[in-house]
Nanobody, 117 residues
Framework: QVQLVESGGGLVQPGGSLRLSCVAS??????????MGWYRQAPGKQRELVAS???????TYADSVKGRFTISRDNTKNTVYLQMNSLKPEDTAVYYC?????????WGQGTQVTVSS
């Protein structure tokens, strides 16, 4: 079974930055060939995909984060990152990583990001 462990969240002021990390582990899971994504879920809202990266490092972003967030991956460490700049209060949510094609892996605990002054 695949385990996903997210970290790096916290409380930040508007305009600030955070870098999230997600480490994947588990037998039979080949991280390097899996398109990965970062999702977020704000209170009272559905979980949404905000960024994804393919095995060949092609990236896509939701319009709401385009130009502010950058997704990257390190296949040697089974890790996917999300650099978040120019954070806004509406970015406040629990952030999760998962398979980019519908989140088919077991969900981790996520990491809370709160943007507030």
């Amino acid at each position: 079974q695949v385990q996903l462990v997210e970290s790096g969240g916290g409380l930040v002021q508007p305009g600030g930055s955070l870098r999230l990390s997600c480490v994947a582990s588990g037998s039979r899971f080949i991280f390097g060939i899996t398109a990965m994504g970062w999702y977020r879920q704000a209170p009272g809202k559905q979980r949404e995909l905000v960024a994804s990266i393919t095995s060949t490092e092609l990236t896509t972003y939701a319009d709401s984060v385009k130009g502010r967030f950058t997704i990257s991956r390190d296949n040697t460490k089974n890790t996917v990152y999300l650099q978040m700049n120019s954070l806004k209060p509406e970015d406040t949510a629990v952030y999760y990583c998962n398979d980019a094609n519908g989140g088919r892996l077991s969900w981790g605990q996520g990491t809370q990001v709160t943007v507030s002054s």
